[in-house]
């Protein structure tokens, strides 16, 4: 299997530095939670244009704040455990519910109240609860188990918290 979430690489690359910002402000809680877009670029040894790019729609939906400047950077708008991965997959990937019915292509998915509502419409609705209920901070507090984290250097093109793969 590749990978367990199919997200874009835009997707991979905002969820890996909402990760880090997560992870810097319980790591670091007294130091300031603004980071650059040059040390997350640099971290994930993306170009700090293309980040710039990923991290429009975070703050966009008012996931994470932004200012210029020499102290400038981002930084999450809230504290980790109230943002959601739900939210965050929302702001990078757009909506995760489906809008079209499976059987019916040309028409809208009825839910509920279709005479077939489906077992996948089910799995999804699961789905889609348990991504609103996982936030950042859950995610960070497991990147302590992560095998960066263990001293394991990671391969050439990995992100610097998790293999971002193609």
């Given at each position: ?111 509920q ?27 960070a ?5 992560h ?20």
């Amino acid at each position: 299997m590749d990978g367990c979430l199919k997200l874009t690489l835009n997707g991979r690359y905002a969820l890996s530095a909402m990760l880090l910002l997560a992870w810097h402000s319980s790591e670091f809680p007294s130091e300031s939670r603004w980071m650059t877009i040059e040390d997350l670029a640099k971290k994930h040894r993306v170009p700090k244009p293309f980040l710039a790019k990923i991290i429009r729609p975070l703050v966009k939906k008012r996931l994470l704040s932004s200012k210029r400047g020499v102290t400038g950077g981002v930084a999450l708008t809230r504290e980790p455990k109230d943002i959601s991965l739900l939210e965050m997959i929302e702001a990078c990937e757009g909506s995760y519910a489906r809008t079209f019915c499976i059987y019916f292509p040309w028409r809208k998915c009825s839910g509920q109240h279709c005479p077939i509502f489906c077992h996948l419409r089910k799995m999804e609705e699961e789905t889609i609860e348990k991504l609103r209920t996982i936030s950042m901070e859950d995610l960070a507090c497991s990147m302590e188990e992560h095998p960066i984290r263990k001293g394991t250097a990671p391969k050439k093109g990995d992100s610097a918290l998790f293999s971002l793969g193609k």
